[in-house]
């Protein structure tokens, strides 16, 4: 009789950071904000910082901030200089934390969260909170030119905060971000997994086989949709980066100070004001990185001549 064969758990194993992964990021990312992606996330922006408009009144006001073009406000350089950074450091960082989670017995579910957590934090002091900054520059600037004042270059009013506010004044929000981002990325990763899981189950597939194109849609839009949860935390945000005078507004605002006035002022509606186009944004991400992904991912690795790992 032959004897058995012990068959034990799998060898856990660190995934490499490929460049080809983090090339088909970057450009899948690039992809996604010069296309949909920037249009929504100034309708968000709008309805978050002007919290009586209604959704096609954040439309209309847009639209007089320069037409079609107001929609791609603060797209070049600052959005493009976001979206080519963030997923490499996102790429590097949670697969560092997921691999030591999983190394300490966590399981895949709460491993994928303990990585997006860590991964959205290192995004948000490494780029998000200067490109944040900059952005609002962009906004700052349009108000000043309607005023009828020629506005500074985006460099020279960058340079203006520097000097009066230094290092905290172009991270101003950053504490928000940070907090938006982690919460962000630990809900997706954690609940696409959770999705995903839930979709072996039903269609009958074993844990670790492949899902199909559209299965793997449905398990990133449910995780990347669910994840609006957290939406007031991007109001808080965008409030703190705000430049609106208002007597009534706290000085020198913290997370916790912004959310008392945001809500003092326009209870909890004010809180998830902009939720709408988010959840667009959630889909038009799942979209481009999952539907576009195959075929970003044959281009790349013709490009490259390196097989991508990367899951996307």
Known sequence: MADAIAVGPPKLEKKPVKFSNLLLGAGLNMFEVTTLGQPLEVV????????????????????SRGG??????????????????????LL??????????????????????????????????????????MKTVEITQHKIAQAGVKPPSTWATFMDIYRKEGIRGINKGVNAVAIRQTTNWGSRFGLSRLAESGI??????????????????????????????N???????????????DPNR????????????????????????????????GVWQTICMVALGDMAKDAVEKLTGDKVTAKH
Do not use: H
Request: glycine share 16%.
């Open 44 to 63: 968000k922006t709008t309805m978050a910082a002007n919290r009586g408009d209604s959704f096609a009144g954040a439309l209309s006001r847009v639209w």
């Open 68 to 89: 079609i073009l107001g929609y791609y406000q603060g797209l070049i350089p600052w959005a493009w200089i976001e979206a080519s950074t963030k997923g490499a450091v």
């Open 92 to 133: 590097f960082v949670a697969s560092e934390a997921e691999y030591y989670a999983k190394s300490f017995g966590a399981s895949d579910f709460i491993s994928g969260i303990g990585g997006g957590m860590a991964g959205g934090v290192a995004q948000a002091y490494a780029t998000m909170g200067f490109c944040t900054c």
């Open 200 to 229: 072996r189950k039903a269609t009958g597939k074993e844990e670790g086989q492949k899902l199909g194109s559209m299965e793997k849609i449905l398990a990133s839009g449910l995780g990347g949709g669910l994840s609006a949860w």
């Open 231 to 245: 939406q007031p935390i991007e109001v808080i945000r965008v409030e703190m980066q705000s430049k609106t005078e």
């Open 250 to 281: 706290p000085k020198n605002l913290t997370v916790g100070k912004t959310l008392k006035y945001i809500y003092s002022n326009n209870g909890m509606k004010g809180l998830y004001r902009g939720v709408t186009p988010r959840i667009g944004l």
